[in-house]
């Protein structure tokens, strides 16, 4: 079945950096574009970053550009988020999640992983 | 960006009533807009898609309408399992944007 495990959470001070990863499977992973999505404790939804299939393309959310960067290794069907200069702020779930449409450039998000925690605390 | 708005913050309903959850955009996104719903503890779900195509798998009795700037998702009959957050997306413009979410809860 179609799956997308995330990993690499955890509590860190800020100023620190770490790098989150997603584990996809059951899908042809090289075709689809991306995304991470971020969610703090008791609040909505807020877009982080996507890339395209090929990495040709990559959008940053004002809040986290210059600070994240999202990457993929398509020969190990995995997706990153690397997370440098973490502020309090960036305290949340984040979520990987996938396009729907492989190759078109409008999509919505059709499978998600559960999610990690990530704490920025002193 | 295009800021999303959800109306209302909650709704409350009691099973087999009617549920209208309503979104604009800021600026028109065309037919490129989404639902997702929410349950504690859990990842979204998506719903609709291009405005008015159930996801596989969801019920018919959730339908969204909608183009350009005003969406709505109706849920025809609630059923004690739909009772969660719902939120609404665009995905015409990068960034990505949601709404704040619509609470449905048990009245």
């Known amino acids: 079945q179609v799956q997308l495990v995330e990993s690499g959470g955890g509590v860190v001070q800020p100023g620190g950096s770490l790098r989150l990863a997603c584990a996809a499977s059951?899908?042809?992973?090289?075709?689809?574009?991306m995304h991470w999505v971020r969610q703090a404790p008791g609040k909505g939804l807020e877009w982080v970053a996507f890339t395209r299939y090929d990495e040709s393309n990559k959008y940053y959310a004002d809040s986290v550009k210059g600070r994240f960067t999202i990457s993929r290794d398509n020969s190990k069907n995995t997706l990153y988020l690397q997370m440098n200069s973490l502020r309090a702020e960036d305290t949340a779930v984040y979520f990987c999640?996938?396009?729907?449409?492989?190759?078109?450039?409008?999509?919505?998000?059709?499978?998600w992983g559960q999610g990690t925690m990530v704490t920025v605390s002193s | 960006e295009v800021m999303m708005t959800q109306s209302p913050a909650t709704l409350s309903g009691s099973p087999g009533e009617r549920a209208t959850l309503s979104c604009r955009a800021s600026?028109?996104?065309?037919?490129?807009f989404a639902w997702y719903q929410q349950k504690p503890g859990q990842a979204p779900r998506l719903l609709i898609y291009y405005a008015s195509t159930r996801a596989t798998g969801i019920p018919a009795r959730f339908s969204g309408s909608g183009s350009g700037t005003e969406f709505t998702l109706t849920i025809s009959s609630l059923q004690s399992e739909d009772f969660a957050i719902y939120y609404c997306?665009?995905?015409?413009?990068?960034?990505?944007?949601f709404g704040q979410g619509t609470k449905v809860e048990i009245k």
């Open positions: 600026q028109s996104v065309s037919s490129n």
């Open positions: 059951g899908f042809t992973f090289s075709t689809y574009g």
């Open positions: 999640t996938k396009d729907y449409y492989g190759s078109g450039t409008y999509s919505a998000f059709d499978v």
């Open positions: 997306q665009q995905y015409n413009n990068w960034p990505r944007t």
